[in-house]
């Protein structure tokens, strides 16, 4: 419960006291709650684990462990790592040539990889990106809790967008799915075409029927006049 690892899947990392890091993710788990945290960069010294970038954040997640009198007597816990794990599964948003979604933390940094990062001034911090100041602007205002919305705005390239961003404070990360505002708008383009085509098309219909009418009645009429 003090935080000391006793068994771990690495032994680099055994007998070392972890921070429980804030009072509401330890509150949860002494209650008998699971919890996550908020990403935070690791300060575990002395760790020979190379895999574990300090610069990177983790993310953990617990479980308690309870005894028979359901007192928390220790938590099970697993290390997600945003930068790699958030990435494998938000590439899978990458429609057409410009959609991409990406997470952010409370500071405006990026949690997982970017589509155009050779196109970004920091991909380290997004935080010049219109939507996501939108996103953590709006979350301040709400007292840290902000519904998704549609947006049209400035992306890290400097691009417009049109993009849906929600601030989750529960585990303390922002998540925004965008595209160029020309490619989402392309089918919308396409259809207001297709439309004006169709009522020109009508006009050009409704044209050629009053001038027939009106040639048959003036043949018509020069018949009955012979």
């Known amino acids: 419960v003090d935080g000391m690892i006793v068994v771990e899947t690495k032994a680099d990392w055994l007998a070392q006291q972890v921070p429980l890091l804030d009072s509401q993710f ?17 300060s575990m010294k002395d760790s020979n684990d190379e895999r574990l970038d300090r610069d990177q954040h983790v993310m953990v997640v617990a479980a ?13 816990g697993f290390e ?3 930068a790699s794990d958030f990435s494998h599964i ?6 057409g040539k410009s959609g991409e979604t990406f997470v952010f933390d409370a500071e405006g940094r990026t949690l997982s990889s970017v589509r155009f990062p050779q196109e970004s001034i920091d991909v380290e911090s997004i935080r010049h990106d219109s939507l996501v100041n939108r996103v953590l602007g709006g979350s301040e205002r ?28 529960r585990i303390g990360i922002g998540i925004v799915s965008k595209m160029d505002y020309s490619e989402a ?13 169709m009522a020109g098309l009508l ?3 409704m044209a050629f029927t009053l001038f027939y009418r009106w040639y048959i009645f003036r043949l018509r009429f020069a018949a009955r006049e012979e």
Not at 26 to 42: D, E, K, M, Y
Not at 67 to 75: N, R, S, T, V
Not at 90 to 95: A, E, P, Q
Not at 142 to 169: I, T
């Open 185 to 197: 708008m392309a089918p919308i383009v396409q259809i207001r075409r297709f439309l004006w085509i």
């Open 26 to 42: 330890r509150h949860s788990l002494v209650n008998g709650r699971a919890a996550i945290t908020p990403p935070f960069r690791p």
């Open 64 to 76: 308690p462990i309870m005894d028979q009198a359901k007192q928390a007597i220790g938590f099970l």
């Open 203 to 205: 006009m050009t219909s």
């Open 80 to 82: 997600v790592r945003p």
């Open 90 to 95: 938000l590439k899978s948003s990458r429609t």
């Open 142 to 169: 709400a007292g840290g809790n902000l519904s998704a919305d549609l947006f049209e705005q400035l992306d890290y390239r400097g691009e417009l967008v049109v993009g849906v961003g929600q601030w989750m404070p």
